[in-house]
């Protein structure tokens, strides 16, 4: 794996256990369970290498997605809510499918 690779999984790694941090004080316990299988994801892709994190990564993205947009809708409005839902819930395994993308074969 390439050594900028491993550096966007380290910070995507940080910025998940940040977020999932703000989800946990703000009582939002759905988001934190799928946040915490979506890290694990994230650890088998940096540290056992594995593709099938990644798969795990973007099964949680979408299950984020659709909590997000739910729960924030009422306060934000549909359009709003889909929006940020997706932006958020998507930035992190669009951006490691980039990274992985040279690397894939060399995962298991």
């Known amino acids: 794996m390439k050594n900028a690779t491993k550096i966007w999984l380290w910070i995507a ?17 759905l988001s934190v369970a799928i946040a915490l299988v979506s890290i694990a994801g994230l650890c088998a892709v940096l540290f056992a290498r594995r593709k099938r994190g990644y798969w795990v990564m973007c099964i949680c993205a979408v299950a984020s997605f659709v909590v997000g947009a739910t729960q924030n ?15 958020g819930s998507a930035l992190v395994p669009v ?10 074969n060399s995962l298991s």
Do not use: E, H, P, Y
């Not at 790694?13 to 316990?29: A, F």
């Not at 809708?73 to 932006?87: D, F, K, R």
């Not at 951006?95 to 894939?104: E, P, R």
């Open 13 to 29: 790694l940080v910025l998940c256990v940040c977020t999932t941090g703000l989800n946990l004080s703000q009582g939002r316990w």
């Open 73 to 87: 809708m009422a306060q934000l409005g549909a359009l709003t809510a889909i929006g940020m839902s997706l932006i």
């Open 95 to 104: 951006i490691t499918g980039l990274f992985l993308k040279g690397d894939w």
